[in-house]
């Protein structure tokens, strides 16, 4: 099975900005359309953005124009850059597939606050 490694997350202010990484335990990345998820607190878990195979990307409504996913084939990595960062972004962060087809990770927190 594809172990999923996040890394990036931490406190940051309001208007601050993190770059998330995760890395992919498979030779094959690069045919796979990666997301990024977000849980928060008693929340159920939400997609947050998306990277086709192909380089098309997608965002939910509440990220868009503030978040912006990337991805490294060579390296099995898919990004996440978190800019303007609202309070509300606060929550553990995934990445998976885009079906979510993976064994997910332990995720990387993300705390939004002053």
């Known amino acids: 099975q594809v172990r999923l490694v996040e890394s990036g997350g931490g406190l940051v202010q309001p208007g601050g900005s993190l770059r998330l990484s995760c890395v992919a335990s498979t030779s094959i990345f690069s045919i796979y359309d990666m997301a990024w998820y977000r849980q928060a607190p008693g929340k159920q878990r939400e997609l947050v953005a998306t990277?086709?195979?192909?380089?098309?990307?997608n965002y939910a409504d509440s990220v868009k124009g503030r978040f912006t996913i990337s991805r490294d084939n060579a390296k099995n990595t898919v990004y996440l850059q978190m800019n303007s960062l609202k309070p509300e972004d606060t929550a553990v962060y995934y990445c998976n597939t885009k079906t979510g087809g993976w064994n997910w990770g332990r995720g990387t927190q993300v705390t939004v606050s002053s």
């Open positions: 990277i086709f195979s192909g380089g098309t990307t």
